[in-house]
């Protein structure tokens, strides 16, 4: 079986996220870049499936600058065996993303394909759904563990409000991934160097003939309100009462 898994290039999750001063989004000038920590996990996942003998390659694809080239080198030196990147300098929403996934899909042919829940840029939490919707695949969405059956489908848990649900699904699949799943390996040196020679297919958003024209317009990007500063109080007595007179929760 093919594995594929899209990684995004988003702002590291260390930086803090300043905005533009024109509020017009997020000042990405001299930022640290790195794959989409969901992505690092699918990655993970589809390196683990391989070593267990269920799957024998698994391609990279992201969408976006040039620079995302690193971040599919990232995935490579793990040990991801190619990556596409499909190359655009304009932003690409989930829609658009989906339906360049879904072209890339229809010529790849994998049996999996396995997207983070979510990228920690825009928290859009869309991708995985309409690619699986456009594909009219079975979808098992924020994984937390995966069992492939015999019969040709495969157990999903899924972290839901409350617990965790198990689902029984028909392979091919969609899967997004959520923190649970697995811990992603470093890569060693040696696989750094390997993977500055695994190939890297360059393609543009015209070879799918997909529109990626924004459908969403952003009106304003602001920074999130200072926090206020708190109350000591005296007495679990007093607690209670502000809880009950003040703050109302009570
Ligand atoms: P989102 O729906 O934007 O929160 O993204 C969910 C997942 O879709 C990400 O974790 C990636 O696996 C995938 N994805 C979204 N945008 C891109 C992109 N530009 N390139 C590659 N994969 C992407």
Excluded: H
């Amino acid at each position: 079986m093919k594995v594929l898994v899209p990684v995004k290039r988003v702002i590291d999750y260390n930086v803090k996220v300043r905005v533009k001063p024109d509020g017009s989004g997020v000042d990405l000038a001299n930022v640290k870049m790195s794959m989409n920590p969901f992505d690092e996990i699918s990655v993970e996942e589809a390196i683990r499936l391989r070593e267990a003998g269920k799957a024998e390659e698994i391609v990279l694809v992201s969408i976006g600058p040039k620079q995302a080239q690193e971040t599919i080198r990232t995935g490579l030196a793990m040990g991801a065996d190619r990556g596409i990147l499909v190359e655009t300098d304009a932003p690409v929403e989930p829609l658009a993303v989906a339906k360049i996934l879904k072209a890339i899909v229809e010529a790849e042919e994998p049996g999996l394909v396995i997207l983070g829940k979510q990228a920690i840029d825009d928290d859009s939490n869309q991708t995985g759904q309409m690619l699986a919707a456009l594909l009219g695949w079975a979808q098992g969405t924020f994984a937390s563990k995966l069992e492939f059956k015999d019969d040709g489908t495969a157990d999903v848990t899924r972290e839901i409000d409350g617990g965790l649900q198990t689902i029984n699904l028909k392979m091919p699949l969609v899967l997004t991934t959520d923190l649970r799943l697995n811990e992603p390996r470093y890569a060693s040196l040696p696989n750094i160097m390997k993977a500055k020679k695994k190939p890297i297919d360059m393609k543009t958003v015209d070879d799918y003939g997909v529109d990626i024209a924004p459908r969403l317009e952003v009106v304003s990007t602001v920074e999130p309100p200072a926090r206020e500063a708190g109350v000591r109080v005296e007495s679990v007595a007093e607690l209670v009462d502000k809880l009950k007179n003040e703050a109302g929760v009570l």
